[in-house]
């Protein structure tokens, strides 16, 4: 059968729009690395050519993919290290890190320590991954810029034994609000439990705290436990809409880009303008569970999201060395209640992972003293 020809071109459009996406990315974390060459070391072991890297789940081998699901499936096994007294709801490790986010929300986001307090977040749970569960490799990142039109057949989330699970079963839900509740997203063709993957039929024990998805019950009280089946919603309307090329650019290279300021605005989104920014657009592409504020992690595709946040917070640094080191912003979400501005000397907490409390200067550069010490390839 003769495939029309409108619908050749109409491939051949999206293949090309593809290729150009990725190759603009590309050109910039290029750019980043090179840019990080010639800053000059001081004091510090810690360099490019030694650094650990971070990988693109998409040029990870099947081998590698396994090795992390497997070490995030030692944390869902592992016992909770939390007082019970604090987070009665944790039954096991992963738990730890979902109280940890649940219990800072409201200091996290919308804040001038959301990207390092995320970065520290994120590193930990590595940590936590190799030192616990003997994972040899380092945290991945979801590359939002394939597939982001066809989620399902992404490698993260094509259901496959090296994804990260697929979608979840089929339930009538009528949509999500995202934005603070400002911005509708039509439903996927999900909802329900993890059907398939390394995941399914995973158990989160946290949450929901704020829940978006319709027909979710709020759990009572933050912390308690309240076991259930993981539910998600891969939805393309988020991804293909806000997780573009286009704003990349504008944050890395654009206008968004002039500033620590206008870089995490636009980032965490301009919900009265109906834009969802591509913080939040990645955790409402996952759906489900994954859109709450609160409890969003007990998907385990945060991590990946997130990694993939940092990414971007680490190319803007690279290419803006004169402004790596500047925090804007107040310590409470959106200034509420009002709050004073943030300073560089601030103390990052996550009293309940046993980590170590370090001010946000010392989180501003991957390349800098210890802990951090990674780039991205």
Avoid at 126 to 139: D, M, T, V
Wanted: charged share 20%; net charge negative.
């Amino acid at each position: 059968m003769l495939v029309p020809v409108v619908q050749v071109l109409a491939l051949a459009a999206t293949v090309q729009s593809a290729v150009r996406t990725r190759d603009a990315a590309e050109d910039l974390q290029r750019q980043a690395i090179t840019a990080l060459r010639k800053v000059k070391v001081n004091g510090t072991d810690c360099s490019v050519s030694n650094a650990a890297v971070r990988k693109d789940w998409d040029s990870m081998s099947g081998k590698e993919r396994k090795a992390y699901t497997t070490a995030v499936q030692c944390m869902l096994s592992s016992p909770s290290k939390s007082d019970p007294a604090l987070v009665p709801g944790a039954r096991n490790r992963y738990d730890d890190f979902v109280g940890q986010h649940i219990n800072q929300t409201l200091t996290i986001h919308g804040t001038g320590n959301f990207l390092t307090w995320h970065r520290l977040f994120v590193y930990s749970y590595e940590k936590a991954l190799q030192e616990e569960c003997s994972y040899k490799g380092y945290q991945p990142y979801w590359n939002w810029f394939s597939y982001q039109d066809d989620l399902k057949q992404s490698p993260v989330f094509d259901g496959s034994a090296t994804s990260m699970s697929g979608d979840g079963s089929y339930i009538f839900h009528n949509g999500s609000v995202g934005g603070g509740g400002t911005i509708f997203l039509p439903s996927g063709e999900g909802g329900g439990c993890l059907q398939d993957g390394p995941f399914k039929g995973m158990v989160a024990n946290l949450g929901p705290v704020s829940p978006t998805m319709r027909g979710q019950t709020k759990v009572n009280g933050s912390l308690s436990y309240n076991p259930r089946c993981l539910k998600r919603d891969l939805t393309t309307y988020a991804s293909s809409n806000w997780l573009t090329v286009e704003n990349f650019l504008n944050l890395t290279t654009g206008d968004a880009s002039k500033s620590i300021m206008l870089f995490q605005n636009e980032l965490q989104g301009r919900f009265p303008d109906g834009f969802l920014g591509l913080h939040a657009a990645g955790h409402f592409s996952i759906g489900g569970d994954a859109g709450d504020i609160f409890s969003s992690p007990v998907d385990p595709a945060f991590f990946l999201h997130h990694a993939m946040l940092d990414r971007v917070y680490w190319i803007w640094q690279a290419l803006h060395r004169e402004q790596a080191n500047t925090v804007a912003g107040t310590l409470t979400l959106n200034n509420k209640p009002p709050s004073r501005n943030t300073t560089l000397e601030d103390l990052i907490q996550m009293n309940w992972l046993n980590v170590e409390a370090m001010p946000i200067g010392d989180l501003t550069d991957t390349l800098g003293e210890k802990p951090l010490c990674y780039i991205y390839q």
